[in-house]
């Protein structure tokens, strides 16, 4: 079962920020959270992940609350092709078995013109 | 980044027949993983495939219904066997990535297949 909470969908209108929250309670002191979105009728794609910091890339930010039980995705300049489903993992990074990949229902986002 | 390619990218089959899905990969891998996506389903895990030894299944996913082969470090095959319109889905590969991708999945555009 997925380890992750997340709301089933979201709006935002274009060129705005979409913050897309992630409720982690029970995630171990070893487990990361990473964030993966799937478009349409495409494999998902890796946005982003982290431990305990803050993280940023080319396509968003990730904010880890110092409980490390909830955390937000946020990509700064929302565009109509962000429109996916977004997963929020839990996950260690030790190999073996926990590679493994556990997908929960995600967020629905709708950019909207 | 790692580019997965599969084939074929769709399918439509009649009940009780096989279908073996391929998957390549532009660099070798030690990890190979199989997913299946039902219809307004999220994603479920099936197996871990490594090169040289047996595929590891999840839970609710058996061999003999989802055989897989791993010749080599860059190409892995999973065939639905017997097939039923409960097997319609979208069926994905995926590896792990390395290096700076290291912690980093990459997945294959997916198989759609459609059982009648």
């Known amino acids: 079962d997925a380890k992750t909470t997340q709301p089933p969908s979201m709006d935002c209108a274009e060129g705005r920020a979409a913050n897309l929250p992630c409720n982690h309670s029970?995630?171990?002191?070893?487990?990361?959270v990473y964030w993966y979105r799937q478009i349409h009728s495409q494999g998902p794609q890796y946005i982003i992940h982290?431990?305990?910091n803050n993280e940023t890339n080319e396509m968003a930010s990730l904010i880890i609350t110092e409980d490390r039980k909830s955390s937000t995705l946020i990509l700064p300049h929302a565009t109509l092709r962000d429109t996916a489903v977004y997963y929020c993992?839990?996950?260690?990074?030790?190999?073996?078995?926990?590679?493994?990949?556990?997908f929960g229902k995600g967020t629905l986002l709708t950019v909207n013109p | 980044s790692a580019v997965i390619s599969q084939k074929p990218s769709r399918d439509i089959c009649q009940r009780g027949t096989s279908l073996t899905i391929q998957c390549q990969v532009d660099?070798?891998?030690?990890?190979m993983f199989w997913y299946r996506q039902q219809p307004g389903q999220s994603l479920t895990l099936i197996a871990t495939a490594n090169q040289g030894s047996e595929a590891t299944y999840e839970s609710g996913f058996v061999i003999d219904k989802f055989p897989i082969s791993r010749p080599n470090l860059t190409f892995s095959t999973l065939t639905v066997s017997n097939m039923s319109p409960e097997d319609s889905s979208i069926y994905l590969c995926s590896v792990e990535g390395s290096g700076t991708n290291y912690n980093e999945q990459f997945f294959g555009p997916g198989t759609r297949l459609t059982v009648l």
């Open positions: 982290g431990l305990k």
């Open positions: 660099s070798q891998v030690t990890m």
């Open positions: 993992i839990v996950r260690e990074n030790s190999g073996g078995s926990n590679y493994k990949l556990t």
């Open positions: 029970t995630i171990s002191g070893n487990e990361y």
